[in-house]
């Protein structure tokens, strides 16, 4: 069974400031990796997406990596911004799965 | 194009009502996942569906739970006989086929409360 873990819980920085939120999961048979942006009352707005083959992803202010073999991903926030705040969520479907496993999330809080 | 609309956004039900939620996936969306957000908790998958048929319900109680998504209309999660462990916000999402776990659009989410 897969289990995603996310440290820490909830992150306090001052705007300008780049930050990292880490993502472990148990089961390394995975085959994609995602992080979601959840604002408070709404949705997941996806990210990033990282296959298995590939070590990392870019967009904008945002790079997320995975490495496989210490069942680990990263997500970095250059420059942060208060309207980065929100709570971030990595999820990831293990191989064969129906669905994604998410973690618990890593709420930040972005100071002005 | 519209994204994936659930509705109600907020419903409040006593112990012992039934509560209904809706999903409307995105437009040539064939499949729909519901999950489950309780308190502080990540979202837990509940089931999977194509239009008329289940295809893994593994992570739905067993009881008092079920889901349908048929050939015309929403996708309906119910929930019978609710209880004060129920209240979650509940999400939806969609996706064009069966085997694209991966591309999934999230809805707003259904807070239910139970008092």
């Known amino acids: 069974k897969q289990e995603v873990t996310q440290i820490p819980a909830a992150l306090s920085v001052p705007e300008g400031e780049n930050l990292v939120l880490n993502c472990s999961f148990t089961d390394s048979a995975i085959y994609n990796l995602q992080w979601f942006r959840q604002d408070p009352g709404k949705g997941l707005t996806s990210l990033l997406l990282?296959?298995?083959?590939?070590r990392e992803q870019t967009s904008g202010r945002l790079n997320a990596s995975l490495d496989k073999s210490s069942g680990r991903s990263t997500l970095y926030i250059a420059a942060s911004q208060p309207g980065d705040s929100a709570t971030y969520l990595c999820?990831?479907?293990?191989?064969?799965?129906?669905?994604?496993?998410f973690g618990t999330g890593t709420r930040l809080t972005v100071i002005p | 194009n519209a994204g994936v609309m659930q509705n109600p956004r907020h419903l409040v039900r006593r112990r012992g009502q039934e509560a209904r939620l809706r999903c409307s996936p995105m437009k040539g969306h064939s499949h729909v996942y519901w999950y489950r957000q309780l308190p502080e908790e990540g979202l837990k998958f509940m089931v999977y569906l194509q239009k008329e048929n289940i295809i893994d319900e593994s992570g739905m109680p067993k009881e008092r739970f079920s889901a349908e998504f048929p050939k015309e209309g929403p996708s309906i999660l119910r929930i019978q006989q609710v209880v004060r462990g129920d209240s979650a916000a509940y999400f939806c999402?969609?996706?064009?086929?069966?085997?694209?776990?991966?591309?999934?659009?999230f809805g707003p989410g259904t807070r239910l409360t139970v008092t």
């Open positions: 999402a969609s996706s064009p086929g069966r085997d694209r776990v991966s591309e999934q659009y």
């Open positions: 990282i296959q298995s083959s590939q």
């Open positions: 999820a990831s479907p293990r191989t064969g799965a129906n669905n994604l496993f």
